[in-house]
């Protein structure tokens, strides 16, 4: 056995047992209200929270309050992964 193993450096099992024991994948869900699909596209476009409440007549809570959802509903948890998620997805564009 090679030393490495020997530490547990390698798992053992599939790449997909271990990738998937690795914690949640994102959902194949799409954002459920036409507001949510809104305000990811105003995020992917780089607006803040604030100018995204100020565009929409909201406050900038209630736009946190929708990314929160989203960022539930694709199962991701940072801003990255939502960006990336969303634009891998066809949900906003460059």
């Known amino acids: 056995m090679p030393r490495a193993a020997s530490l547990g450096f390698f ?3 599939s790449v997909a047992e271990t990738c ?3 914690g949640p994948q994102p ?6 209200t036409p507001r ?6 105003l995020l992917g476009g ?7 409440g100020a565009s ?3 406050s900038p809570r209630t ?3 929708h990314e929160y959802r989203i960022m539930e509903v694709l199962g991701v948890r940072t801003n990255a992964e939502l960006l990336l998620h ?3 997805r066809g949900l906003i564009r460059q």
């Open 11 to 13: 798992a053992e099992g």
């Open 20 to 22: 998937s024991a690795a």
């Open 27 to 32: 959902s194949r869900r799409q954002p459920s």
């Open 36 to 41: 949510q699909l809104e305000v990811l596209r």
């Open 46 to 52: 780089g607006q803040t929270m604030k100018e995204i």
């Open 56 to 58: 929409l007549g909201v």
């Open 63 to 65: 736009v946190a309050f």
């Open 86 to 88: 969303s634009l891998s």
